[in-house]
Structures are given as structure tokens and as C-alpha cells.
């Protein structure tokens, strides 16, 4: 409490949301520089801390007392550990250059300063997330990632398919968040304490304190990840997501915000019992599969990134799984790096084309635009693990712990990393080299500085992103000591056989890339395998599975609300009928004829006097 | 010749207060119809009377110039509203005021 400095970087780009949405929407230019200067100010803290910060220190905390009710203390608070830090220097850094991205972006649009609103309002959302101390604050975080994440979405919500990926983001997340609320009050209820160090402490004291719970507090955690993170069943969402500007997709729905619930998994990991592990690994396993095949007959080239990005988070939810969580977060880290700068890199490619998405439209814009084709094709390698860049070294680390944890999962992220290879360069042939094939294409122009200075950076760091030693800078507080400093070779003294395959997946997806795409007018797969091209075209059908599921149950519902409602109609007409009947025949009783009164009154009275009197 | 007992004024009694209540039921002008409701009242008072002369007790006889004075009063009140009635009407036949009639 004493040292403001962290509060700043909490609160900072908060104030700037506030500032925009209350005095300065009408000004773009101004709010755009209050908004960047927000989150650069606070990626020069995260850097001051990051420094002072030894991998080998305790972690600090800072909290105030936000509530109390009754017995319950509600902290608002601040964690400061390896994993927070990373994520921090993660979300700011490549935060700081999408937003300085977007001042070039989203220039001209006539809602500037909401956008940045929005923006800032996201980071202050992600931050809080990534240092609370507890789960009720990360539950209030997370639900606030949410809601930006609906108002980014849908930013330009007079396109009704906007509004609808929207909607559709928000709904999904519902359903595992409603999952995740019910883990957190499971384990609260269990553990007594909702602080994660305490509850972690209260595990290791009495490691069978969920007594036959375990598994489900494990799940129930698990399903928030599976919503926030995209995860089979629930990954639906995020390719519509890519409604959104393309600096969102590039912050939101590739580099942090999905990263949340890995985030999430390695922060709670102490709470995780095997056979949850197991299923968090399946689950992993599965959607990296899914997602990779069908991100190969995608033809939007933010699709493709967007199931690219679900297939690599696949990945990381995997490697938890393994019980490798510095695995994990490693490839977080390099993966926020190089699918930024792929998402920015498409974002130059589709503003160069004004507003054009389908890479078949797009073609030879390697001469047109030299710096988003260098920096695109360094991301494409990033991704593909192409040997000494980043993502040989984190995708590594995890085929290794498959290789290690199950034969099954080491397969199929073999499988899955040949066919990102086969997937990126498509997109990479297919867009940048080949012939120019739209008329946008022959008109298309390199971007503006304001927006090739982050690719660079960007670049940069996918390219030195493996060489900080992340995993051993995580590693120690996973109980990992043996995590040596970084050496380039390392990966195949450690585990050769996973990391020689890995080579033999790239080579064999750039090689089977380059025969069927290289030369390619128009898509060669429809004809030479039509039904597995379709069903991969359709997305498996979830979409659809979905729909038909949800209308089932609904009409099942309706039919036996209409049923009830059936009865109570008939009950009440029964009384209306009953009323009406007995009005209609008292009615005639009522002749207007003062004879007929008297005689009725006298005959009463003698009925009266026969009973009283006679009987 | 016996002397005249009290069964013997309930009878008179009794058959005037029916032939009142008769005369309400059948006739048709609202002015006779009054008229038998005076026979009515009367009857109870003759009961009154016969009961108060046989149980030695005043009381009853007391009532029975209460009610007559009431229904003097009453009949003035009546009288009136059959005046106006016919006034306003022109008739005083029962079928003919059913106006109330639904």
C-alpha cells in the first residue's frame, strides 16, 4: 500500500477509459494519445518491477480490505510472483504496440475515441485479472474481460453480423463462467478461504480437503478456461469474434484475453487432482486437432488465424494438463508475440485491400507491401517452429511433455504441428506470393508507419522470444529447479525424439503447402477430397449441431410450458363457465315483476316457519 | 255463549294479515297494494293488542300506538311517492314500473 507504483498500472488505463468515455469521445486524436499514454506508462512500471523483481523471491502481495461481510473479508489486492510478472510484461508490451497500431488502423472511423475507450477499459480488465490475489476479484475481472470483449466485438454493431458474434461471444462465456462461479463457491465452501496462497496452502496442509470433490471443483474451475479460452465444446465463439477491428482480434481473441484461462489454470494449478489433469489434457488434445484441420480450408484470413490461435491455445491447455504449467505459460508468452503480429500483419494486409478478407482475392503482395511480407513470413516461422525462433523452443517444450505424459497426445501434436505449417503457408502462398488476383490486390499499398513500427517490433520479439529463458524464469514456482538457462540446442538434448518429429512435421507441411498451393489459381482440395473439404469447410457442423441442439430443447420446453399453460387456461375457463352458467340461471329469478318478489319473500317465510315451527 | 278467548282474535288475526298478504301478491295497482300492506300491519297489531289484554301486561299496547303513529307517517311519505309516481307515469300498474328489470 505504501508503494503507489503498482496501483498505477492497475488503475492507469482505467482512468483513461473514464477520461474518454467522459470528456473527450468527440476528440479521436487526443483520446487515442491518452489511451496509448496509459498503457506505455504502464508497461514502463511493469518493466521497473519486472527488474527489481528476482525469479528466486518470495511473491508479494498487496491488498486492502474491499468488503466485509459479517466473518467474510473481501480483499482487493495485487499478487506479484513469476507468473504474474510475465503476463504483465505480456500484456502490456504487446498491449502498448497494438494500441499504438490502431492510432494508424482505425483512422478515420467515426467513433475513434469510443475504440480506445473500449481499449482501455480492456487492459484495465486483463490486469486486474493477471494480479489478483483471489477468486472473487478474478471473477469480477474476468466477467469485466467479458463485457469488453462484447463492446469490442461488436464495435460496429449497425453490421448485424457484428452484433451477433457479439452476442454470441458474451453467451458462450456465460456458460462456462457459470461453471467457473459454481468451482470457485465449491472450493471457497471446502477450503474456507477464497485467497489463492492460502488455499493453496490449506491443500498442501490437508492435500484431502475436497475429500471425493476434487475432481469436480477441478472441472468446474476448468470449464471458466474452457469459455474464457475457447476450448471444445465451447470454442464457437471466437472465430465469429473476428467481427471485430483487427487490433482486437490481434489483443483480445489471440494474444491475452483467450490467454486468460490458460492464465487462469496455471494460477489455480495447485487446486487440479489427476484425473482433472487428464480430461484438461483430452479436452487440449482435441480442440488443437479440430481446430487445425479446420483452419486448412478456411478462406478469411482472419478465420485462419482465429483457429490457428484455438489450435495453439489447444496446445497450452494441453501442456497444463501434462502437469507442465511452465510449458504452458512459455508458449502464452511466444504465441502473444507472434500471432499479434500475424493478427497485425493480416490487419495491414486487409487495410491495404481496403476492407478485403478472402486470401483468394488477394496475391503477389510481397512487392507491394515489403515490410508486412517480411514480418508476416517471420510470424508464419514463429508459429510453425521454425528452428531458433520462438516457437520451435515453446512448441517444443510441450510436444516434449507429451512425449513424457502420453503417446496418444504426443501424436497428435505432431499431427496438429504439421498441419499449422500446412495451413500457414497456404495462407502465406497463397496471399503473398502467386499472382496478383483482384483488382484491390494490384491497388494495394505498404501501410503507414504508425502501423509497420509494431510489426517490426513485434517481429523482433517473435524471433529473440525463446532466447529469455521464460520457462526457467516461471519454472521455480512450479517446483521445477532443473529448468536449465537457455542454450539454442537445448531442446534436442533434452527430448531429441520430440524435437527431431516436430522438424519432420514442419518440413512435411511446408513441403505438402508448397506442392498443392505454391502454383494454385484456386483451391485444389474441394476437387481432390470434396466431403472432407466440406465438413472442414463447415466447421464440423457446430455451428449447425449446435443451433439444431439449442432448438430442441427449446421446443421441448415450449411444448411442455404450452401444455401446462393449456391446463391452467382450461381451469380457469372452467371457473369463468361455471360463474357464467349460474349468473344466466339466477337471472331469470329477476323478472322486474314486484308480484313475483312478494310471493318469492312470502314463500320463503312460510318455508322459514314450516321448518322452524313443523318440523 | 262463551266469552270471546284469545285463539279467537290470532284467528281474525291470522286471516287478515293473509288476506293482506293476498291482496300484495294479485292486485296490480300500487294503491290497493298499499292499501293491503296497511291490512298487514294491521293484523300484527290486532295480535299485539289481544296479546297484551290476555297476558295483563301494557307493553304490547304501548307498541301498537307506536306503530300506528309510525304508520301514519308512513303512509303520508307513501302516498306521496304513489302521487308522484302517477305523475310522472301516468299509471300506477305494477307491470308498467319494471324499468329496474335487467
Request: proline share 4%; glycine share 8%.
Amino acid at each position: 500500500m505504501n508503494d503507489p507504483l503498482p496501483w498505477l498500472i492497475l488503475f492507469l488505463p482505467l482512468l483513461s477509459a473514464v477520461l474518454i468515455t467522459l470528456f473527450t469521445l468527440k476528440d479521436g486524436r487526443f483520446s487515442a494519445m491518452l489511451s496509448v499514454g496509459a498503457i506505455v506508462i504502464s508497461l514502463l512500471l511493469s518493466i521497473n518491477l519486472f527488474i527489481n523483481h528476482a525469479a528466486s523471491a518470495p511473491p508479494q502481495d498487496i491488498s486492502v480490505i474491499w468488503l466485509s461481510v459479517g466473518k467474510l473479508d473481501i480483499h482487493f489486492g495485487m499478487h506479484f510472483d513469476s507468473l504474474s510478472l510475465l503476463m504483465l510484461l505480456i500484456v502490456t508490451g504487446v498491449g502498448s504496440a497494438i494500441h499504438i497500431y490502431s492510432i494508424g488502423y482505425m483512422k478515420g472511423d467515426p467513433s475513434y475515441g469510443r475504440f480506445f475507450a473500449c481499449l482501455s477499459l480492456f487492459t484495465f480488465s486483463m490486469l486486474g485479472i493477471v494480479l489478483s490475489d483471489n477468486f472473487l476479484q478474478m471473477f469480477i475481472f474476468w466477467e469485466l474481460v467479458g463485457t469488453s470483449s462484447y463492446l469490442l466485438i461488436g464495435f460496429w454493431f449497425t453490421r448485424p453480423s457484428a452484433a451477433n458474434a457479439a452476442k454470441k461471444a458474451f453467451l458462450t462465456n456465460r456458460l462456462g463462467d457459470f461453471g467457473f462461479l459454481t468451482g470457485i463457491i465449491l472450493a471457497w465452501s471446502m477450503t474456507g478461504t477464497l485467497n489463492f496462497a492460502e488455499a493453496h496452502q490449506r491443500i498442501v496442509n490437508n492435500p484431502e480437503i475436497f475429500d471425493t470433490a476434487a475432481t469436480a471443483v477441478g472441472l468446474l474451475i476448468f470449464c471458466g478456461a474452457v469459455g474464457k479460452s475457447a476450448q471444445f465444446p465451447l470454442h464457437v465463439w471466437l472465430p465469429d469474434a473476428m467481427e471485430g477491428p483487427t487490433p482486437v482480434s490481434a489483443l483480445i481473441h489471440a494474444a491475452t484475453m483467450v490467454a486468460a484461462g490458460v492464465y487462469m489454470l496455471c494460477r489455480v494449478f495447485f487446486i487440479f487432482d489427476p484425473s482433472a489433469l487428464t480430461v484438461i489434457a483430452w479436452i487440449g488434445g482435441i480442440t488443437s486437432l479440430m481446430a487445425a484441420l479446420i483452419a486448412c480450408q478456411q478462406n478469411d484470413i482472419k478465420r485462419i488465424l482465429a483457429y490457428s490461435t484455438l489450435s495453439q491455445l489447444g496446445y497450452m491447455v494441453m501442456a497444463v494438463g501434462l502437469k507442465e504449467p511452465p510449458a504452458a505459460m512459455f508458449h502464452l508468452a511466444t504465441h502473444a508475440f507472434f500471432k499479434a503480429l500475424l493478427f497485425l500483419g493480416a490487419g495491414s494486409v486487409i487495410h491495404a485491400l481496403h476492407h478485403e478478407q478472402d486470401i483468394w482475392k488477394m496475391g503477389r503482395l510481397k512487392d507491394k507491401m515489403p515490410i508486412t511480407y517480411w514480418t508476416f513470413l517471420l510470424g508464419t516461422l514463429a508459429l510453425c517452429g521454425f528452428p531458433l525462433l520462438s516457437g520451435f523452443y515453446s512448441k517444443d517444450a510441450i510436444l516434449a511433455a507429451a512425449w513424457r505424459g502420453s503417446m496418444t497426445l504426443f501424436a497428435i501434436g505432431a499431427l496438429v504441428a504439421c498441419l499449422t505449417t500446412f495451413y500457414m503457408f497456404r495462407l502465406f502462398f497463397v496471399a503473398f506470393l502467386g499472382k496478383v488476383r483482384s483488382e484491390a490486390a494490384s491497388h494495394a499499398h505498404e501501410s503507414p508507419k504508425v502501423m509497420t513500427l509494431p510489426l517490426i517490433v513485434l517481429a523482433i520479439a517473435s524471433v529473440l522470444g525463446g532466447f529469455f529463458g521464460i520457462m526457467a524464469f516461471v519454472g521455480p514456482q512450479f517446483g521445477e529447479t532443473d529448468s536449465v538457462v537457455f542454450a539454442p540446442f537445448e531442446p534436442f538434448q533434452n527430448a531429441p525424439a520430440a524435437a527431431c518429429l516436430g522438424l519432420a512435421a514442419f518440413a512435411i507441411g511446408i513441403f505438402a503447402a508448397y506442392a498443392l498451393y505454391a502454383k494454385a489459381e484456386t483451391d485444389p482440395l474441394p476437387a481432390k477430397a470434396a466431403t472432407l473439404s466440406r465438413v472442414l469447410r463447415n466447421k464440423f457442423y457446430f455451428d449447425e449441431l449446435y443451433a439444431a441442439l439449442i432448438a430442441a430443447t427449446l421446443d421441448a420446453i415450449a411444448a411442455f410450458a404450452d401444455g401446462f399453460d393449456f391446463g391452467i387456461k382450461m381451469l380457469v375457463r372452467a371457473v369463468k363457465g361455471t360463474t357464467e352458467l349460474t349468473g344466466r340461471g339466477l337471472r331469470l329469478l329477476q323478472t322486474g315483476s314486484l308480484q313475483t318478489y312478494t310471493f318469492l319473500f312470502a314463500a320463503g317465510i312460510a318455508l322459514v316457519l314450516y321448518f322452524m315451527l313443523l318440523r | 255463549m262463551s266469552p270471546i278467548n284469545l285463539q279467537d282474535y290470532l284467528v281474525v288475526s291470522s286471516l287478515l294479515f293473509c288476506l293482506g298478504l293476498l291482496g300484495v301478491i294479485i292486485r296490480r295497482n300500487v294503491l290497493v297494494i298499499y292499501m293491503s300492506l296497511e291490512l298487514m300491519l294491521n293484523a300484527a297489531n290486532l295480535a299485539l293488542a289481544a296479546f297484551s289484554r290476555f297476558n295483563n301486561n301494557l307493553n304490547g299496547q304501548v307498541l301498537v300506538i307506536f306503530i300506528i303513529t309510525v304508520a301514519a307517517a308512513e303512509v303520508a311519505v307513501g302516498l306521496a311517492l304513489i302521487v308522484a309516481l302517477y305523475r310522472r307515469r301516468q299509471t300506477t300498474h305494477v307491470e308498467d314500473l319494471a324499468t329496474m328489470k335487467l
